[in-house]
């Protein structure tokens, strides 16, 4: 597991490599749909690594949804 610091470094760099690449084209709503993928992505690999049980079932069914419906936007 990632400390604190190591995470937070990743998450930046995973938001401006995001928004660096959709910047040149002046699309934003792609980048801003990038880091929420990001963001459900971080909260999703979390959870996936936890142990199962009934609530956390209904948690990954809910953010794997978020997921969908920011890839369909």
Avoid: H, R
């Avoid at 995973?14 to 990001?38: H, P, V």
């Avoid at 459900?40 to 997921?67: Q, R």
Wanted: aromatic residues 10%.
């Amino acid at each position: 597991m990632k400390t604190p610091k190591e995470k937070a470094i990743e998450l930046v760099d995973y938001f401006e490599k995001a928004i660096i690449d959709t910047d040149m084209y002046g699309d934003y709503s792609e980048a801003t749909k990038q880091c929420a993928l990001i963001a459900v992505e971080e909260i999703l690999n979390t959870l996936y690594s936890i142990p199962f049980g009934n609530a956390l079932d209904n948690e990954l069914e809910y953010w794997e949804e978020v997921k969908q419906e920011i890839e369909n936007k």
